[in-house]
């Protein structure tokens, strides 16, 4: 059954859940029925974790910060991408805002021949919506993680300001890196701004 339910949740539509079901047990079932079961448990599990990251957030000031042994660098990429809803908000708009923050670390990483890396191991915090709820549940995902017993926290994103303004908010220490696609990705207009506009000095 927790098969079935892995295969089903790795589909793109409600629909192909159902044709895996059927392919696997011979069961005929509505998308609607699929989507209905996927939400109800989606909210049981999202509440469970809500309370439980509220519980640290409330309880932040209280923490027992001792260090039983200090460890490496614990990587954060963090990146927010906007997705079509199709549910209206107060204002009207289906547009909301899907953030992430995968968590791993140095012992989570397998180093190949070529030097390049392959993450074994990764947490998570993920949201759908305002970064004031999105950071309550980063905070608290750092907390089970214990941050303050690693030497350094180390922050990969796009630079948006939310994501800086969370950070300097919730890990003051930390180091902030641009990544590399993002500098490609916007190098040239920030060339532009510094030369102002003049095309053959950029």
């Known amino acids: 059954m927790i098969k079935i339910a892995f295969w089903g949740q790795n589909q793109l539509s409600f629909q192909r859940a159902?044709?895996?079901?059927?392919?696997?047990?011979?069961i005929q079932l509505s998308f609607i029925t699929v989507m209905n079961i996927t939400e109800f448990i989606g909210k049981l599990v999202y509440d469970y974790n809500y309370k439980k990251a509220y519980e640290i957030w409330e309880n932040r000031a209280n923490l027992d910060m001792t260090i039983k042994e200090k460890k490496g660098?614990?990587?954060?990429?963090?990146?927010?991408?906007?997705?079509?809803?199709?549910?209206?908000?107060?204002?009207?708009?289906?547009?909301?805002?899907n953030k992430l923050d995968i968590f791993f670390s140095e012992k989570d990483m397998y180093v190949r021949k070529d030097k390049s890396n392959i993450i074994k191991h990764k947490e998570f915090a993920s949201y759908i919506g305002s970064v004031d709820t999105f950071r309550i549940l980063v905070f608290a995902k750092?907390?089970?993680?214990?941050?303050?017993?690693?030497?350094?926290?180390?922050?990969?994103?796009?630079?948006?300001?939310?994501?800086r303004n969370m950070i300097n908010e919730l890990f003051p220490e930390a180091?902030?890196?641009?990544?590399?696609?993002?500098?490609?990705?916007?190098?040239?207009?920030?060339?532009?701004?510094i030369f102002k506009e003049d095309m053959q000095k950029s």
Do not use: P
């Open 175 to 193: 180091i902030q890196i641009l990544d590399k696609f993002h500098l490609i990705e916007n190098i040239y207009e920030y060339a532009k701004f």
């Open 142 to 163: 750092a907390v089970e993680l214990r941050y303050w017993e690693y030497e350094k926290i180390v922050f990969l994103s796009d630079g948006a300001t939310w994501i």
């Open 18 to 26: 159902c044709n895996v079901i059927k392919n696997v047990y011979g």
């Open 73 to 97: 660098i614990l990587y954060q990429e963090i990146d927010g991408a906007t997705v079509n809803t199709r549910i209206e908000d107060e204002n009207g708009s289906t547009w909301k805002d």
